[in-house]
């Protein structure tokens, strides 16, 4: 089946310091990808869409400038969370899809992030 | 918001069959029904889609109502590998989460 590898799979860093996500689609071209956050016992929240050679399309509340999104290639879409702050310690997952809504969506494994 | 409704937990037996309601009355005409589950610290896993027709694959069946408002996922023989939280979902250009079904495999 279709892979979707997620990198790194946990950070611990200090407050203010920026941080990369990547996500990357190892068997098929990604031409949507999606970012997801989720608090402890809550549900995935959608925090943006992004297309191949677009700029992302942020949800309601998500701020643009501190959740910086690249989907350069067609296999590869990156989160930075710059200056991060606890209140930005979260399950981050990206998911990737191949075609039209007719297609499933591929999920990373998720990456830890934990802001001291 | 989540546009769908699930129960919010399950239970079933081992080697048993479980069957995993979802109510989208509002789902529209072109929209897909997308079946996912998620393990505790994993992302989310793909299951099963349809739009009209019944589908089985590997995994499980999925039983669409002839009106589209309901839909049922059908897991032939639950095993312990399959306790985790099932999400169902109206798939337009996007994929919103609800609470899901969290679902309990006795042995």
């Known amino acids: 089946g279709a892979v979707v590898s997620q990198h790194p799979s946990r950070v611990i860093c200090k407050s203010g310091t920026s941080v990369k996500i990547e996500c990357r689609s190892l068997d098929f071209q990604a031409t949507t990808m999606f970012w997801y956050r989720q608090f402890p016992k809550q549900s995935l929240m959608l925090m943006a869409t992004?297309?191949?050679?677009?700029?992302?399309?942020?949800e309601q509340g998500v701020e643009k400038d501190k959740f910086l999104i690249n989907h350069a290639s067609l296999t590869l879409s990156t989160l930075t969370v710059t200056s991060a702050h606890p209140e930005d310690s979260s399950f981050y997952i990206c998911s990737a899809r191949g075609g039209g809504r007719s297609q499933p969506q591929h999920f990373g494994d998720g990456t830890r992030l934990s802001i001291l | 918001d989540a546009k769908t409704t699930q129960p919010n937990s399950m239970e079933s037996n081992e080697e048993e069959p479980v069957h995993l309601p979802c109510n989208h009355s509002?789902?529209?005409?072109?929209?897909?029904i997308h079946w996912y589950r998620q393990l505790p610290s994993q992302g989310p896993e793909y299951v099963i889609h349809?739009?009209?027709s019944n589908v089985n694959n590997r995994m499980a069946s999925l039983a669409i109502a002839e009106d589209r408002k309901s839909s049922t996922l059908i897991l032939h023989r639950a095993t312990l590998r399959d306790a985790a939280v099932y999400y169902c979902?109206?798939?337009?250009?996007?994929?919103?989460f609800g609470a899901g079904t969290i679902l309990r495999v006795k042995s």
């Open positions: 992004s297309n191949e050679g677009s700029k992302a399309t942020y």
């Open positions: 509002t789902i529209s005409g072109t929209d897909y």
């Open positions: 349809g739009l009209t």
């Open positions: 979902m109206e798939y337009g250009n996007k994929l919103v």
